[in-house]
Nanobody, 115 residues
Framework: VQLQASGGGLVQPGGSLRLSCAASGDIFLFKAMGWYRQAPGKQRELVAAITRRGSLTYADSVKVRFTISRDSAKNTAYLQMNSLKPEDTAVYYC??????????WGQGTLVTISS
């Protein structure tokens, strides 16, 4: 399984970005896909996750502003990020968790919110 994350960049506060995570390989038995982020000097934290059945989880800090979704046909998960704040600056990683317990990570994409 390989995860390819993309969509990061530099955006002004209040702006928007959409991250994509394209999955390839044997992903039939995935359990959930999610986005994590890690800011400098901080631990990696869960931002949002979507289960195979479509259940959603969000960190309190991004609720209302971020939306996670999945396109099954494209094996791709998305993270739409609106009303971005400087504190959203981090490297964002996509993750896929499988029924087997195997856990895969994408390479990370940098999101910088600055004026």
């Amino acid at each position: 399984v390989q995860l390819q994350a993309s969509g990061g960049g530099l955006v002004q506060p209040g702006g928007s970005l959409r991250l994509s995570c394209a999955a390839s390989g044997d992903i039939f038995l995935f359990k959930a896909m999610g986005w994590y982020r890690q800011a400098p000097g901080k631990q990696r934290e869960l931002v949002a996750a979507i289960t195979r059945r479509g259940s959603l989880t969000y960190a309190d800090s991004v609720k209302v502003r971020f939306t996670i979704s999945r396109d099954s046909a494209k094996n791709t998960a998305y993270l739409q990020m609106n009303s971005l704040k400087p504190e959203d600056t981090a490297v964002y990683y996509c993750n896929a968790l499988f029924v087997s317990g195997n856990n895969y990570w994408g390479q990370g994409t940098l999101v910088t919110i600055s004026s």
